[in-house]
Nanobody
Framework: QLHLVETGGGRVQPGTSLTLSCAASGSDFFTSHCGWFRQAPGKEREFVASISRRSGGSTLYEDSVKGRFTITRENSKNMVYLQMNRLEPEDTAVYYC??????????????????WGQGTQVSVSS
C-alpha cells in the first residue's frame, strides 16, 4: 500500500519557478517508480515526468517541459519532487503524483497506475 500527498502548488507569474513535493507513506515506495501528471480544465490527464525506483534513477519528460522541469526523489525521505522553472501559462493545471511498481504503467498506461495523490493546483498567470 502507498499513500501520496502533494504540496507546493500555488499561483505564480510566468517565468518564475515552483517546486512540488510528494510525500509517500507505505511499504511500497522503495519498489515503486514514480511520476508527475497534470490535468488542465477540459483536458485529459497527461504525463509530465517519470523517475525510476532508485534515487538518482532514470528520468523521462514530456516534450513541452524538457529543459524546464526536473523530477527527483529522495528514497531516504520517501519524497518525490518536481522542480518547475520558467513556468508558462500553459503549465496551469492540477498536478498529480503517481506511483506504480511497473515503470511501463507510469510512462505508457496511465489508467493502470496503482497509486495517485489528490493533486495540487498550479496556476501561472500575470
Amino acid at each position: 500500500q502507498l499513500h501520496l500527498v502533494e504540496t507546493g502548488g500555488g499561483r505564480v507569474q510566468p517565468g518564475t519557478s515552483l517546486t512540488l513535493s510528494c510525500a509517500a507513506s507505505g511499504s511500497d515506495f522503495f519498489t515503486s517508480h514514480c511520476g508527475w501528471f497534470r490535468q488542465a480544465p477540459g483536458k485529459e490527464r497527461e504525463f509530465v515526468a517519470s523517475i525510476s525506483r532508485r534515487s538518482g534513477g532514470s528520468t523521462l519528460y514530456e516534450d513541452s517541459v524538457k529543459g524546464r522541469f526536473t523530477i527527483t526523489r529522495e528514497n531516504s525521505k520517501n519524497m518525490v519532487y518536481l522542480q518547475m522553472n520558467r513556468l508558462e501559462p500553459e503549465d496551469t493545471a492540477v498536478y498529480y503524483c503517481a506511483a506504480d511498481t511497473k515503470l511501463h504503467n507510469i510512462i505508457e498506461e496511465t489508467k493502470a497506475i496503482t497509486y495517485w495523490g489528490q493533486g495540487t493546483q498550479v496556476s501561472v498567470s500575470s
